[in-house]
Nanobody, 124 residues
Framework: HVQLVESGGGSVQAGGSLRLSCEVS????????VTWYRQVTGKEREAVAS????????YMGDSGKGRFAISQNNNKNVVYLQLNNLTQEDTATYFC??????????????????WGQGTQVTVS
């Protein structure tokens, strides 16, 4: 059974930074793609960035280009999302999710069967 646990959220002033962590309980063919999403209440979930732990391929959505970075630890069981130069528009609950592959569908919510509980980021 795959579990994902996010941490690192909090409150920060505009222009500040946070590093989110997503710990994946097991690395296998079912978790070849790990994506960070974010969601504001009442709005659709938005894909932020993705990584393939095995190969290290990275994808970044438009909202994070130039400001965010995705990486992983040496054991490939923790995926990080570095958030820099935060604005109030980045306020959301951030989730990580896992799927068997990224490919051309790294941002498609329906492809992800494993989700964490989310961590709140508030920018003031």
């Amino acid at each position: 059974h795959v579990q994902l646990v996010e941490s690192g959220g909090g409150s920060v002033q505009a222009g500040g930074s946070l590093r989110l962590s997503c710990e994946v309980s097991t690395t296998s063919t079912t978790t070849n793609c790990v994506t960070w999403y974010r969601q504001v209440t009442g709005k659709e979930r938005e894909a932020v960035a993705s990584i393939t732990p095995a190969g290290g391929t990275k994808y970044m959505g438009d909202s994070g280009k130039g400001r965010f970075a995705i990486s992983q630890n040496n054991n490939k069981n923790v995926v990080y999302l570095q958030l820099n130069n935060l604005t109030q528009e980045d306020t959301a609950t951030y989730f990580c999710a896992a799927a068997p592959e990224c490919g051309g569908s790294w941002s498609t919510v329906a492809n992800f069967g494993y989700w964490g509980q989310g961590t709140q980021v508030t920018v003031s």
